[in-house]
């Protein structure tokens, strides 16, 4: 079974610069999360999708995030401006089951962003 | 929501067992206690999962306790590959989202 797809895998830019970040998740798996994990701390929850709808965006930074799953498969997050604090690893995860066992929650490789 | 407590880190030798305990005295009656763990420079990935019987698999074992407000994992034999963080986890307010804590940083000494 092929895992979580995530591109770039690194990625350097300057402060005010854009910046999108993809992910394919595993076949199958309707639920799609993107993480945000910065040096030394666990990963934080910034939005939850079920199929190409957002279930979940509280923790989402809207004024210079933004995160689309078109047509409940591939997903793309973006960052317009990028701020020095937004450098980080960004998590791509997906899972099976959308009850409370969490069955096949599987994480991407992430990608290391550093904003300069 | 229901917190877990870890301790900061741990250490262990090869081939030895390890105990990595987890608190989590607020659980709900249908809370999973999942476990991840994450590699240097890897995506976090699963470990096991359980909800109130112990539970085995190739990786590792989940002990639960009987009132369900603490759990352990058992590596049985520790390899310097196990060297990583370990995450207990409890879903987010009942939902299907998990939140991550600081979880326990694992050393396996040679």
């Known amino acids: 079974e092929a895992g979580v797809a995530q591109s770039p895998r690194y990625k350097i830019i300057e402060k005010r610069q854009s910046v999108a970040f993809w992910c394919n998740p595993i076949?199958?798996?309707?639920?799609l999360y993107w993480y945000q994990q910065i040096l030394g701390q666990g990963p934080k929850l910034l939005i939850q999708?079920?199929?190409?709808?957002?279930?979940?965006d509280s923790q989402l930074p809207k004024d210079r995030f933004s995160a689309e799953r078109l047509k409940g498969v591939d997903s793309t997050l973006k960052i317009q401006p990028a701020k020095l604090e937004d450098s980080a690893v960004y998590l791509c995860?997906?899972?099976?089951?959308?009850?409370?066992?969490?069955?096949?929650?599987?994480f991407g490789s992430g990608t290391r962003l550093t904003v300069v | 929501d229901a917190k877990t407590t870890q301790p900061n880190s741990m250490e262990s030798n090869e081939e030895e067992p390890v105990h990595l305990p987890c608190n989590h005295s607020?659980?709900?009656?249908?809370?999973?206690i999942h476990w991840y763990r994450q590699l240097p420079s890897q995506g976090p990935e699963y470990v096991i999962h359980g909800l109130t019987s112990n539970v085995n698999n190739r990786m590792a074992s989940l002990a639960i306790a009987e009132d369900r407000k603490s759990s352990t994992l058992i590596l049985h034999r520790a390899t310097l590959r196990d060297a990583a963080v370990y995450y207990c986890i409890l879903p987010q307010g009942g939902s299907e989202k998990l939140v991550f804590g600081k979880g326990t940083k694992l050393t396996v000494n040679p």
């Open positions: 607020t659980i709900s009656g249908t809370d999973y």
């Open positions: 995860a997906s899972s099976l089951t959308m009850d409370r066992e969490i069955r096949g929650y599987t």
């Open positions: 999708f079920q199929n190409n709808g957002v279930v979940d």
């Open positions: 076949s199958g798996h309707a639920t």
